[in-house]
Each structure stands twice: as C-alpha cells, then as structure tokens.
C-alpha cells in the first residue's frame, strides 16, 4: 500500500522557518517526481515546489522562489520542504503528491499538515 505521510507543519510567526517532511513508502518512487502543493481557504490548491527523484531536478512555483528549497534523501525514502522568510500569504494546508514521469497527474497525496504564518 503507497503512502505519502507529512509532517512539520504548525504556527511560526512572519519570517521564520519551517521544514516540513513527505516520507513515502510501499513502492519505488525512481521513475516519480514529488511534488509539494498547498491550499489556503477559499482557494484552489496550487502547485509549490517539485524534484525528480531518479536525478533531483527540482521545479519551484514563482511565489517561492529563493525562499523555499526542495530536496530529497534517497536512504530515507523522504522529501523535504525547507521554508524560509515566511509570510502570512504562506498559510495553508501542505500536500505531498507523486507523479510517475512523464504523466501530468499525480497519482498519489498524502493527508496534508497545516502552515500558519503570523503576521
């Protein structure tokens, strides 16, 4: 059975840090990019952050470029998600998500972990 299970999350006042963690198991994730997507209330979730695993490529949304930093740690089977220089407008629930190479669905989220930025 695949999961993806983050953890993390919580309440950190404007421009502080959070890492948050995606560890997956139950399968291979070689061939998949894994992918970060968040979705504050009363909006649609958007993507964030991504890395292929099999050569660590990483793919970053423009709202967190040069703040937030992707990264992965093969023994472990996880995906991290180090957020720096926080902002309110940061605040919502974080999902992990992997996608098999080259489809553009994901096939598999986790149960998301919750961000709070105070102002």
């Known amino acids: 059975q695949v999961q993806l299970v983050e953890s993390g999350g919580g309440l950190v006042q404007a421009g502080g840090s959070l890492r948050l963690s995606c560890a997956a198991s139950?399968?291979?994730?070689?061939?998949?990019?894994m992918g970060w997507f968040r979705q504050a209330p009363g909006k649609e979730r958007e993507f964030v952050a991504a890395?292929?695993?099999?050569?660590?490529?990483?793919y970053y949304a423009d709202s967190v470029k040069g703040r937030f930093t992707i990264s992965r740690r093969n023994a472990k089977n996880t995906v991290y998600l180090q957020m720096n220089s926080l902002k309110p407008e940061d605040t919502a629930v974080y999902y992990c998500a992997a996608r098999l190479v080259p489809t553009k669905v994901c096939d598999y989220w986790g149960q998301g972990t919750q961000v709070t930025v105070s102002s």
């Open positions: 139950g399968r291979s994730f070689v061939s998949y990019v």
């Open positions: 890395i292929n695993w099999s050569d660590g490529t990483t």
